[in-house]
């Protein structure tokens, strides 16, 4: 956790000055060989410093790559991307009790996830930077060349690229601060910005402390720890159907509030259950509960991202996903307070923090269909905004300069 916590700020700074690209595959190689290494360590301490060090690899893939994905998707499909990524997060969720339970030696079992990392090398010959990226950085003709492959690739009619670009670098050069230099404190500047970052930087830690309290407990119900840990796990990709489902119909932030409420109540009668009681119940208790926190954490990973400027996304994100981390380093102690002081208290804070996140959640400023900010100024600005709730089939979208 404190490894991801570094590489969420590191990278995340590295990919609004360098680039989402180069950012992500250091990553990529970080994390290959980190990984692999870790599995020859002669002693612990070896061990958690190439953890440490694939950790921060990790966390800079990402911050790195929901930028990404945020940037080259219009509005109406950038869920569908974002819930993506989350499924892909899960997928790897279920596979591993399977291949811990087969490969016993800890070892074998480090190199085979650290090997794992390869998969994403091909994407090397396809992925192209971000072309809004590119543009906030006055790289107008890099930026020509990344939308043409792109089209390519995807099979679509390429434009007259010199009419739309004269139109971008007009849309650029009309705004002064498009492009440059940012710091920590531009996000506390403006009193809405401080706001949406203050209540986002909230939200993610009691979500990511709740959610990593519920992984812990999966594994001390009775029973097969393989297999709750499995079950818990499969919870997720439903919920991410349902996320999807959720955010293309109705308000972000509404409905995450609603999801965080809902699971706050049915974390209610969780102290009540009689000792005893059948590990059935208190494994279904555990997903139900997870079901919803991920369903709202779906949508959190749409809208946050949203929320921030071009110029600083991936580095905001990365502030973001630093307070998560810094919510699931406390997450185990919850449990050790709950043994020494009364069992209730280890589902009264997580209420709790639900809850408040439920409230805090309706103050952001709803992001559905409308344009990422690109500056400061249009974040600051971004409740203002009103656009028509349309969704655009794939089939009938067309490049123009208000697509980048």
Same mark, same amino acid.
């Given at each position: +956790?404190?490894?991801?916590?570094?590489?969420?700020? $590191?990278?995340? &700074?590295?990919?609004?000055?360098?680039?989402?690209?180069?950012?992500?595959?250091?990553?990529?190689?970080?994390?290959?060989?980190?990984?692999?290494?870790?599995?020859?360590?002669?002693?612990?301490?070896?061990?958690?410093?190439?953890?440490?060090?694939?950790?921060?690899?990790?966390?800079?893939?990402?911050?790195?790559?929901? $930028?990404?994905? +945020?940037?080259?998707?219009?509005?109406?499909?950038?869920?569908?991307?974002?819930?993506?990524?989350?499924?892909?997060?899960?997928?790897?969720?279920?596979?591993?009790?399977?291949?811990?339970?087969?490969?016993?030696?800890?070892?074998?079992?480090?190199?085979?996830?650290?090997? $794992?990392?390869?998969?994403?090398?091909?994407?090397?010959?396809?992925?192209?930077?971000?072309?809004?990226?590119?543009?906030?950085?006055?790289?107008? &003709?890099?930026?020509?060349?990344?939308?043409?492959?792109?089209?390519?690739?995807?099979?679509?009619?390429?434009?007259?690229?010199?009419?739309? +670009?004269?139109?971008?670098?007009?849309?650029?050069?009309?705004?002064?601060?498009?492009? @440059?230099?940012?710091?920590?404190?531009?996000?506390?500047?403006?009193?809405?910005? !401080?706001?949406?970052?203050?209540?986002?930087?909230?939200?993610?830690? +009691?979500?990511?402390?709740?959610?990593?309290?519920?992984?812990?407990?999966?594994?001390?119900?009775?029973?097969?720890?393989?297999?709750?840990?499995? %079950?818990?796990?499969?919870? &997720?990709?439903?919920?991410?159907?349902?996320?999807?489902?959720?955010?293309?119909?109705?308000?972000?932030?509404? $409905?995450?509030?609603?999801?965080?409420?809902?699971?706050?109540?049915?974390?209610?009668?969780?102290?009540?259950?009689?000792?005893?009681?059948?590990?059935?119940?208190?494994?279904?208790?555990?997903?139900?509960?997870?079901?919803?926190?991920?369903?709202?954490?779906? %949508?959190?990973?749409?809208?946050?991202?949203?929320?921030?400027?071009?110029?600083?996304?991936?580095?905001?994100?990365?502030?973001?996903?630093?307070?998560? !981390?810094?919510?699931? @380093?406390?997450?185990?102690?919850?449990?050790?307070?709950?043994?020494?002081?009364?069992?209730?208290?280890?589902?009264?804070?997580?209420?709790?923090?639900?809850?408040?996140?439920?409230?805090?959640?309706?103050?952001?400023?709803?992001?559905?269909?409308?344009?990422?900010?690109?500056?400061?100024?249009?974040?600051?600005?971004?409740? !203002?905004?009103? %656009?028509?709730?349309?969704?655009?089939?794939?089939? &009938?979208?067309?490049?123009?300069?208000?697509?980048?």
């Amino acid at each position: +956790m404190a490894g991801g916590l570094v590489g969420v700020l $590191s990278f995340g &700074e590295m990919s609004d000055r360098l680039g989402r690209r180069p950012t992500f595959f250091l990553c990529v190689l970080i994390i290959t060989l980190f990984g692999s290494l870790s599995s020859l360590a002669p002693a612990i301490g070896w061990y958690n410093a190439g953890r440490f060090i694939v950790s921060t690899g990790v966390a800079g893939c990402q911050a790195t790559t929901v $930028s990404l994905l +945020m940037e080259i998707m219009p509005p109406q499909y950038r869920m569908m991307m974002n819930v993506g990524f989350g499924i892909g997060y899960t997928i790897p969720l279920l596979l591993l009790p399977l291949l811990a339970y087969n490969i016993r030696h800890w070892g074998y079992l480090q190199l085979a996830t650290g090997l $794992s990392a390869l998969l994403m090398v091909p994407f090397w010959f396809f992925l192209q930077e971000s072309p809004r990226w590119l543009l906030t950085k006055g790289r107008i &003709e890099r930026a020509e060349q990344s939308m043409v492959r792109i089209l390519r690739i995807n099979r679509r009619p390429v434009p007259d690229m010199d009419q739309t +670009m004269n139109s971008l670098v007009l849309l650029t050069k009309s705004d002064s601060k498009r492009g @440059m230099a940012f710091h920590f404190v531009d996000f506390f500047r403006t009193p809405k910005m !401080r706001r949406n970052t203050l209540i986002l930087f909230s939200v993610w830690f +009691m979500g990511s402390f709740v959610y990593y309290n519920l992984v812990f407990t999966s594994t001390t119900v009775p029973g097969n720890p393989y297999l709750n840990y499995a %079950i818990s796990s499969a919870g &997720e990709i439903p919920a991410a159907l349902l996320g999807l489902w959720v955010a293309r119909k109705w308000s972000r932030r509404h $409905s995450q509030a609603l999801f965080l409420l809902l699971a706050a109540l049915a974390m209610t009668p969780l102290p009540f259950l009689p000792e005893g009681s059948p590990s059935w119940l208190e494994i279904g208790s555990n997903v139900l509960v997870r079901f919803l926190v991920l369903s709202a954490g779906f %949508i959190k990973w749409i809208m946050a991202p949203e929320i921030f400027p071009t110029s600083a996304r991936s580095f905001g994100f990365a502030c973001v996903l630093t307070c998560s !981390r810094c919510g699931a @380093m406390v997450a185990p102690f919850l449990r050790d307070l709950a043994e020494v002081t009364h069992l209730v208290v280890q589902f009264v804070f997580p209420a709790l923090f639900l809850l408040i996140s439920a409230g805090l959640t309706l103050l952001l400023p709803e992001t559905l269909n409308k344009p990422l900010p690109d500056t400061f100024h249009e974040a600051e600005t971004l409740d !203002r905004k009103k %656009i028509p709730k349309t969704l655009v089939p794939l089939t &009938e979208y067309k490049l123009t300069s208000s697509s980048v």
